[in-house]
Nanobody, 125 residues
C-alpha cells in the first residue's frame, strides 16, 4: 500500500490541525494503521494506532491522550489524526504507517510495512 500524508502546517499553541493519510494500492482495512512523529534530534515515537478492519480499538501515547483522535474511513481509504489543544512539544514531522503485524505490536515502528512521506507540524508558543 502507498501512503500520502497531508494536513500539516504552522499553528499557535492551543490550536487544532487534522492530518490525513490517503492510501492507494490496497485497502487500509487490511492494516493496523498508525501515526508516528519525529522531532529534530529525537527518535521516531509512537503517537496513535487504530485496529483493523473497522477501527474498533485505538491506542494513544500518554502525551497525546485526550487531545488527539485517530480514525479511519475505509470507504475513502483514508486515515486521519485530529489534533486539538496543540502544544509546542507536538512540533515534529508526522508519519502515517500501515502494519500487517499484530495489534499487540502497534507501538513498534519496526513492525510497520509501509510509510507515508511525512508532514511537518509546527506549534508556536
Amino acid at each position: 500500500v502507498q501512503l500520502q500524508a497531508s494536513g500539516g502546517g504552522l499553528v499557535q499553541a492551543g490550536g487544532s490541525l487534522r492530518l490525513s493519510c490517503a492510501a492507494s494500492g490496497r485497502t487500509v482495512s487490511s492494516y493496523v494503521m498508525g501515526w508516528f512523529r519525529q522531532a529534530p534530534g529525537k527518535e521516531r515515537e509512537f503517537v496513535a494506532a487504530i485496529s483493523r478492519p473497522t477501527g474498533s480499538s485505538t491506542d494513544y501515547a500518554d502525551s497525546v491522550k485526550g487531545r488527539f483522535t485517530i480514525s479511519r474511513d475505509n470507504v475513502k481509504n483514508t486515515l486521519y489524526l485530529q489534533m486539538n489543544i496543540l502544544k509546542p512539544d507536538d512540533t515534529a514531522v508526522y508519519y502515517c504507517a500501515a502494519s500487517l503485524g499484530s495489534w499487540y505490536e502497534r507501538t513498534n515502528y519496526n513492525r510497520y510495512n509501509s510509510w507515508g512521506q511525512g508532514t511537518q507540524v509546527t506549534v508556536s508558543s
